[in-house]
């Protein structure tokens, strides 16, 4: 009897054992999710989104000892995925899945393809209070460690895809502590996205997925997260366009300039953490999970760099401005500044400066600064001013044979806590005037910015580099050559009461000075009783040759004044007047030369053609 009570007490203990044992595992494995939506630039095609955390608490325990369960956990954006690809025969990639927040010293990769295999055990420590994390287990793997990074796998039959394979789920129990799940590293092809009409920014989506939700339950409403808000993240500014003429030369003058405006204060990045003015190119450490480093390196710890076959989330250089000239005249040289910066504490009218001095450069007040560099993808290398005489200290772009060239800019510090910022590249000029030889060449050049590189690809790529950028630059004008002229007013002309005008006009380019030839077309333009319609000579005038007329062959019946402008630069004219047969009366006299350009913007002209025109102006004869 006293067996049998003892049993039956030792019974009634075991089942309040079990009853409690079941109570602790029907507490369910949950997770929430959470991510900042951080800003990304429109014009991005490698955009860094914001960490997605999968935090999740409860569940049971994996035995001490015992394989956790894998899944395979998938990542969808609502834009193409643009994660560098560290092996393109897999497809692995540097993005990056860390379970609990791993410390840098302990940070292990589980690299494709070991994950697809299920290579990468991590075993269960049991229930304690507090809860240990088998994922930081020193003795794992033979006392090597326990896994937790894991490397993402891109598809390409899936452009908007990252897939972790073999990711082992062991829930932290319900003695406290919790499981988390933080997926890093993820670039995204923000410009698909573009920026609403109304400002209102749009936003890049991180969608995921569990391949067993019996291990790693995610729920719709935790699915989902905005990982980044498109803004535009440069916005361009233009001066006045330069306006010149061919028979001038003009050593260094001012043609415009394109001031480039921050959309957000860190849409303009340097490379790393500790990357500055004298260390451009330096790569550090930025592997503290969940930091943000404002950098266009992403989460970067150099330890993983030969596990997982590369160098897992760095860029290839700081933010890069591109200025692109199209249509540049022929003979115009093109000068930029090798430095642009930006000074909160300058004295000048805006806070901008540019071929700074040593002690500018090493000004803490020089909150943001980029300089020269040789092409547009690329390593940073530094292009030195090779101007000479009056454009010393400037560089000169490199014009190709289609008249199109660019100035490429890397952000070598930044401020990314202020959105006011803005650097001006002020644009100027260069020609030695040659007319006759159409140097330099007629015509209008543009000029558009963007960042830079540009690039066309939008999908996950091995050999692109990142940050890469759609091309949005928009052309306008930025410098005007036009054709020295040469105005005559001829202030009375008539063909009326018996009378007639003779109207001689001579191209006097051709002389024994070694003056530049020039030819070119007049066109007459009659103001007066009966005036017609302008009338042009049918052909140039050539050089060291004089075009005739009379008003009764070009403007029968006209009685006024004309002005003749003529393409070329030294053109002298005479008038005639007679009564028609050329008998009886008669005079004749110079016009007047209006100087070219006819108007100038301080409207300083008068009735005398002479004043503040200067060298260069044409000669002004016949007054």
């Known amino acids: 009897m006293a067996d049998f009570r003892r049993c039956f007490i030792a019974l009634a203990a075991l089942a309040l054992l079990f009853g409690a044992v079941s109570t602790v595992s029907a507490q369910p494995f949950t997770c ?115 896994y937790n990074v894991w490397q993402g796998q891109w598809l390409s039959t899936q452009t908007n895809s990252i897939v972790f394979n073999g990711v082992p789920i062991a829930p932290p129990g319900t003695l406290g502590g919790n499981r988390i799940f933080r997926i890093t590293n993820i670039r995204a092809d923000a410009n698909a996205l573009g920026v609403v009409a109304n400002g209102t920014p749009l936003g890049v989506t991180e969608t995921l997925t569990s391949s067993n939700p019996s291990i790693l339950p995610i729920s719709s409403n935790n699915a989902s997260q905005t990982i980044g808000s498109v803004q535009q993240g440069l916005v361009v500014t233009t001066g006045t366009a330069g306006s010149f003429q061919q028979c001038t030369s003009n050593c260094f003058v001012a043609a415009n300039t394109m001031t480039l405006n921050k959309g957000f204060a860190r849409s303009f990045e340097v490379r790393s953490i500790g990357a500055n003015i004298g260390t451009p190119s330096v790569l550090n450490p930025q592997d503290t999970p ?66 700074l001095s040593s002690a500018q450069l090493a000004s803490t007040t020089l909150s943001l600064y980029a300089h020269l560099t040789s092409t547009e993808a690329g390593s940073y290398v530094a292009v030195a001013a090779n101007g000479t005489g009056c454009s010393a200290g400037w560089a000169s772009v490199t014009v190709d044979s289609t008249g199109k060239g660019e100035a490429i800019y890397e952000v070598l510090r930044a401020n990314t806590a202020s959105s006011t910022e803005n650097l001006v590249v002020p644009i100027w000029v260069g020609y030695t005037a040659n007319p006759g030889s159409n140097i330099p060449a007629l015509g209008t050049s543009t000029v558009g910015a963007s960042f830079a590189p540009v690039s066309t690809v939008t999908v996950a790529s091995a050999t692109d580099p990142i940050p890469r950028f759609a091309d949005t630059s928009k052309a306008v004008n930025d410098f005007t050559i036009s054709k ?19 109207i001689a006009i001579s191209n006097t380019s051709q002389d024994p000075y070694g003056t530049s030839t020039q030819t070119g077309t007049c066109t007459l333009n009659f103001y007066g009783a009966s005036a017609p319609a302008a009338f042009t000579t049918p052909a140039n005038v050539a050089a060291g040759t004089t075009w005739t007329t009379t008003a009764m062959a070009v403007a029968p019946g006209f009685q006024g004044y004309i ?57 002004q004869l016949g007054e």
């Open 32 to 146: 929430q999710s959470t991510a900042p939506a951080v800003q990304m630039r429109a014009e991005g095609l490698t955009e860094k989104g914001g960490d997605f955390v999968l935090t999740c608490t409860g569940g049971t325990p994996i035995d001490p000892g015992a394989p956790a369960p894998t899944v395979n956990i998938q990542v969808f954006l609502n834009t193409n995925v643009t994660s560098r690809i560290l092996t393109a025969a897999t497809g692995a990639t540097d993005a990056l899945l860390l379970i609990d927040e791993p410390s840098v010293a302990i940070q292990k990769v589980c690299t494709v393809p070991a994950s697809q295999t299920n290579g990468c055990v991590v075993t269960g420590l049991g229930a304690a209070a507090p809860p240990p994390t088998p994922y930081s287990n020193p003795a794992a793997n033979g006392g090597t460690g326990a």
């Open 290 to 355: 969940g930091t943000a480093y404002n950098t266009e390196t992403f989460f970067y710890n150099p330890g993983l760099t030969a596990a997982l076959g590369g160098a897992a989330g760095t860029a290839d250089f700081g933010t890069r401005l591109r200025i692109v000239f199209n249509s540049v005249n022929s003979g115009v040289t093109v000068w930029v500044p090798v430095d642009l910066g930006y000074d909160t504490l300058s004295t000048l009218t805006t806070p901008n400066e540019w071929n």
């Open 484 to 502: 020295c002229a040469t105005h005559l007013l001829y202030p009375f002309v008539t063909n009326q009461a018996g009378f007639d005008t003779g």
């Open 563 to 619: 002005i003749a402008d003529c393409q070329f630069q030294y053109a002298h004219g005479f008038a005639f007047v007679t009564r028609v047969g050329a008998v009886d009366v008669a005079m004749g006299y110079l016009p007047l030369i209006i100087p070219d350009p006819p108007r100038a913007e301080n409207a300083i002209n008068g009735a005398s053609p002479f004043p503040a025109f200067g060298v260069g102006s044409g000669e």
